[in-house]
């Protein structure tokens, strides 16, 4: 007997950190073995807000990923940047993107946007020039509770960004409610979500119950279960508006085990391998394809990859520990057992 294989176009992961300097050596051949392409995140100290720092960050990340792995590059939108600096490096194919940060939402968001309206023209120029915008969407009031934060977006930001700007292509990035997977399926073409593999497998007990847990914390926040399985009915329903954005984002284990450890869930080693269990286990394989290879691609419209990868039915279990020099990564699903691995 044979174990059950699973062949699927090759994947991309439309929403990754890969860092710099020597966290990107270590993080970044990981996303290559299981990516053709991703969307690589802006958000550095200092973030890539201009096209030359995209082109030098690009050729890092080439030579850190090696051959095979192609990075596409997002800028980090500021409250004064310039919409002909955009569409300049969109038509050059180095911007693939925009990244919408509210100023204080999370990690490296502090040159963010601190109004919307501030980026209005801006948000024009990509209109016209056809470039998607990414958005992290959470209210950074500090009167809104932080699991409400993604909820109360929609209703201030995102609603007035959708009626504004028809022709704009919106990603409302790593969704962790009923609230925004209902809003993206209600809302038109132009509208789709990244889910993350931990927003589909663990809910707030994950991070809360039997002593904190900060392996599992990450920005936004895991929710209540209901939302949980929302995700889990949108990323396996069929619906060309989901696709799979891991948003993995490495911290070293002494900066992720601290008294005020920072947001992030390390999940590149097995991200593949962890979606696929959500699909088997909501017995919706047959969409695991369009949600991995078709999706992502048909809405930035890039071509679909060539080539494929099998997945086959072998329990392994991940690692505690990745570690490459003086760097040491917990990975997500540490300790568990996987029941899917990469055959080749
Ligand atoms: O958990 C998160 N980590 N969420 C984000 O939005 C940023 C990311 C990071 O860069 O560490
Ligand atoms: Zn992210």
Known sequence: MTNPKLTIRRPDDWHVHLRDGAMLQAVAPYTARQFTRAIVMPNLSPPVTTIDAARAYRSRIEAAAGPGFTPLMVAYLTDGIDGATLAEGHAAGVFTAAKLYPAHATTGSAHGVTDVKHIHSALAAMEQAGMPLLVHGEVTDPEIDVF????VFIERIMAGLVRDFPGLKIVFEHITTEEAAQFVLAAPENVAATITPQHLHINRNAMLVGGIRPHAYCLPVAKRE????????AATSGSAKFFLGTDSAPHRIETKEAACGCAGIFNAP???????????????????EAFASENGPRFYGLPLNEGTVTLERADHTVPDSCEAVDIVLVPFHAGETLRWRIAS
Do not use: M
């Open 226 to 233: 209901k939302h949980r399985q929302a995700l889990r009915k």
């Open 270 to 288: 097995f991200a593949l391998e962890s979606y696929a269990a959500v699909f088997e286990e909501e017995g919706a394989l047959e969409h695991f």
């Open 148 to 151: 409400d934060r993604e909820a």
